[in-house]
Structures are given as C-alpha cells and as structure tokens.
C-alpha cells in the first residue's frame, strides 16, 4: 500500500462509544499471549487490536460491559482487568 495519498489523518471508532476519532487521539489495546489485553502506548502492535477514547467513562463501559473482550475476543482475566481499571483511573472523565 504505498503512494496512498489520504487528506486525512487515520480514524478509528472507539468500541465504548462508537465516536470516529483520530487514531492518535484514542488510546490502542492489543491482545498479547494468553489473551491478554495490553495498552498498546505507540498503538503499532500486531495482533487483535481495538480503540477507546481516552476518558474514564468509555474505559468503564468496555471494561463492564465486556465490549473490550469482544472487541479482542478474548476473556481477560482478572489481573489483567484491575490492571485496566487502574488505568483508567489516571483518565480525565471527559477527553
Ligand atoms: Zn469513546
């Protein structure tokens, strides 16, 4: 996929709230071995990937309702999980 000239920078849809955003305005998860559900900081991981805003209310909603595991189909375990919710503890409740 070279010479693919694109006006615009590349948009992703958070899984939380379904919002379009810029890929650099919403945080990466990637699914790593086991299953789990790692943040992924520079958002270049291969694997499964999936997107959230990076507010504390969308982290909520996918992390209770599941939406992050089946947006990685996988089944977090429950450090993984507390490791999340941390996380999105050091998040502003509005991005
Ligand atoms: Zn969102």
Known sequence: MTGEKSKYPPQRTCIACRQVKEKKALIRLVRIENGVAEIDV???????GAYLCSNKICWELALKKN?????????????NR????EYSHNLLEES
């Open 42 to 48: 520079f958002g270049n991981k291969p694997g499964r």
């Open 67 to 79: 939406r992050l595991e089946y947006a990685l189909r996988t089944k977090l375990n429950e450090d």
């Open 82 to 85: 507390q490791t999340l919710i």
